[in-house]
């Protein structure tokens, strides 16, 4: 009988809105890994009928529409109201946590190689989740503030006030970084992003390689 597959490192990525955290975690699980996207199951789960039921009474009918939940729109209310904000994170986060263990369970029965979690407010909402003691290793995604705003502006619509908004909803990046293991730079390319996080698995592989 061949030996059981090691159990899959478990990767947490941090860093900036619009430094590439996404992309970084997609190279970072590779071909034989899982990414754990917390964005795309808040997305799910504000689509539930639920949650759609209740931001029609709340606010209004014109919020959501045939194909789907407004988010810009639903971004303008609830960071001009944070009790609004705080009922509706009430309404998705749980279904959030829930994706998240059950693809935690899923990867490690699946023996995936690596699990990484695309989780925005990993720290934030440990106390909820409990999911950086899940975590081998953290990764901080390092990228100037140029470039952020200016991939924020291009693939968002958003300017640099409103990127530094949000950012103040989020742990300073100094503290994120200080927690990670290890820092990414993603002020280049994609070429040199793939190089970077290939010398990063080397490294991580060779710290938890088994006796």
Do not use: Y
Request: hydrophobic content about 40%; overall charge neutral; proline content about 6%.
């Amino acid at each position: 009988m061949s030996p059981a597959p090691p159990p899959p490192l478990v990767i947490g990525v941090l860093g900036g809105i619009a430094s590439g955290k996404s992309q970084v975690a997609r190279l970072l699980a590779g071909p034989r890994g899982v990414v754990l996207d917390a964005d795309r199951f808040a997305h799910e789960a504000l689509e539930s009928e639920a949650v759609r039921a209740w931001l029609r009474a709340t606010l209004g009918a014109s919020l959501v529409g045939p194909q789907g939940v407004d988010r810009r729109a639903l971004a303008e209310h609830v960071f001009r109201q944070p009790a609004l904000r705080r009922e509706l994170e009430q309404r998705v986060h749980p279904a959030v946590r829930e994706r998240l263990r059950e693809g935690l369970a899923a990867g490690r029965r699946e023996g995936r190689e690596r699990i990484v979690l695309d989780v925005p407010l990993l720290l934030e909402n440990d106390a909820q989740h409990q999911l950086t003691g899940e975590c081998h290793v953290l990764v901080f995604v390092e990228c100037d503030a140029t470039v952020r705003a200016e991939r924020a502006q291009r693939t968002r619509g958003w300017s640099g006030d409103e990127l530094a908004r949000r950012e103040q909803a989020q742990l300073p990046l100094d503290v994120k970084r200080a927690r990670a293991d290890l820092v990414l730079d993603n002020s280049g390319d994609l070429a040199q992003l793939s190089e970077r996080v290939a010398d990063a698995l080397r490294g991580i592989a060779s710290r938890f390689a088994q006796p």
